[in-house]
């Protein structure tokens, strides 16, 4: 990824404090999308998630990023098969949005994907998501899929990530 990252104190998750952090949040961000796309009464599908995505670890690695003391938004990397890493289940809540949280979390995904072996990186979000755009100051190149955009965070199509396709 390119361009400038502005300083935030982004952390891998490490305790069970961090945990219960992450929990909370993925319950507002599932609230947000259960509201975006019409769903009613989705309240334990934000435990059920964060149960699986905990489960998932490792080799995924999951990231908080903090504003004046609380964690305010995460996102989820893994180093991936054949050298192809991913960052995916970005979120930053509301209030905070703007200020580069989101950036700095994408940034730290693809460091840590690369660290360990990756490269290129995919950027997966949901594509019913208006906020989930691939910018060219990031160095990324989108594709589009029924239910996903991916960006590569390289400058030019890999054919190891045909799972998305232009």
């Known amino acids: 990824m390119q361009g400038a ?23 507002r961000d599932w609230d947000e999308r259960a509201a975006r796309l019409g769903i009613r009464d989705a309240s334990e599908l934000g435990a059920d998630m964060f149960r699986e995505h905990r489960a998932k670890v490792p080799p995924a690695k999951y990231w908080l990023a903090w504003l004046d ?5 995460f996102l989820a990397s893994w180093p991936g098969t054949e050298g192809v890493g991913q960052v995916e289940d970005l979120y930053v809540e509301p209030e905070v949005r703007h200020r580069g949280l989101a950036t700095a979390l994408l940034h730290r995904g693809v460091a840590d994907c690369r660290t360990r072996g990756a490269d290129p ?12 755009t691939c910018t060219p100051r990031w160095g990324s190149v989108p594709w589009r899929s029924s239910t996903s955009t991916c960006c590569a965070s390289t400058p030019r199509p890999d054919p190891r990530l045909a799972g998305c396709t232009m």
Not at 121 to 132: G, M
Request: net charge positive; aromatic share 4%.
């Open 5 to 27: 990252v502005r300083a935030h104190d982004v952390r891998p998750i490490a305790s069970e404090a961090d945990w219960a952090a992450y929990a909370r949040l993925k319950q």
């Open 69 to 73: 003391g609380t964690p305010r938004g």
């Open 121 to 132: 990186v995919a950027i997966v979000a949901d594509a019913t998501d208006t906020r989930s």
